[in-house]
Nanobody, 115 residues
Framework: QVHLVESGGGLVQPGGSLRLSCAAS????????MGWHRQAPGEQRELVAS???????IYAGSVKGRSTISRDNGKNTIYLQMNSLKPEDTAVYYC?????????WGQGTQVTVSS
């Protein structure tokens, strides 16, 4: 299993940028597919971006072109760089790790985009 700890959330103005980090421990990080999901109040949790163990990336249409997911296997960390933030990006962002059979979740970090 793997333990995940997110950081980097906060309050930003529309048009601003934020970089979320997710530090993993407890397992072989490079073997896992990793991703960021978000959940706004009263809404379903949705995929924001994912990166496979092989480095392939997928982005939700709502963030594609202004967000970048990356991983640093040496640091056991993944990142989500978010630019041109919009109020609709406001949500709790969760880091996830999957092996194909199990999924592990972090505690979440709040991102609030507001003037």
């Amino acid at each position: 299993q793997v333990h995940l700890v997110e950081s980097g959330g906060g309050l930003v103005q529309p048009g601003g940028s934020l970089r979320l980090s997710c530090a993993a421990s407890g397992s072989i990080f490079s073997d896992y597919d990793m991703g960021w999901h978000r959940q706004a109040p009263g809404e379903q949790r949705e995929l924001v971006a994912s990166i496979t163990s092989g480095g392939w990336t997928i982005y939700a249409g709502s963030v594609k072109g202004r967000s970048t997911i990356s991983r640093d296997n040496g640091k056991n960390t993944i990142y989500l760089q978010m630019n041109s933030l919009k109020p609709e990006d406001t949500a709790v962002y969760y880091c996830a790790a999957g092996s194909g059979f199990n999924t592990y979740w972090g505690q979440g970090t709040q991102v609030t985009v507001s003037s």
